[in-house]
């Protein structure tokens, strides 16, 4: 059974950066496009960017220069570096685990439980 854990999160003032980090347990990491999604309060989950089996990597437009994902298959880790951070990046960030480089979150088909990213002001 794959299962993925997030960690990273907490809280960080604006301009700071902060580093996440997803373990993959269960199957090997180099079979699956891993993605990064988050949810505000209050608000829809929506995607933060995603890397392909190759390390190619996918962002939305918003978001692009101010954050970064990698993945070490070695390790089974990805992660989601994130600089700049301002008080509307506070959410819960989601990694997920798919086939296809997407922005689309039925893409995915394994998703961790999240951890807390809170930007003050």
């Known amino acids: 059974q794959v299962q993925l854990m997030e960690s990273g999160g907490g809280l960080v003032q604006a301009g700071g950066s902060l580093r996440l980090t997803c373990v993959v347990s269960?199957?090997?990491?180099?079979?699956?496009?891993m993605g990064w999604f988050r949810q505000a309060p209050g608000k829809e989950r929506t995607f933060v960017g995603s890397?392909?089996?190759?390390?190619?990597?996918y962002y939305p437009y918003s978001l692009k220069g101010r954050f970064t994902i990698s993945r070490d298959n070695a390790k089974n880790t990805v992660y989601l570096q994130m600089d700049s951070l301002k008080f509307e990046d506070t959410a819960i960030y989601y990694c997920?685990?798919?086939?296809?480089?997407?922005?689309?979150?039925?893409?995915?088909?394994?998703w961790g439980q999240g951890t807390q990213v809170t930007v003050s002001s």
């Open positions: 890397i392909s089996r190759s390390g190619g990597t």
């Open positions: 269960g199957h090997s990491l180099s079979d699956y496009v």
């Open positions: 997920s685990a798919g086939g296809s480089n997407s922005p689309i979150e039925t893409d995915y088909h394994y």
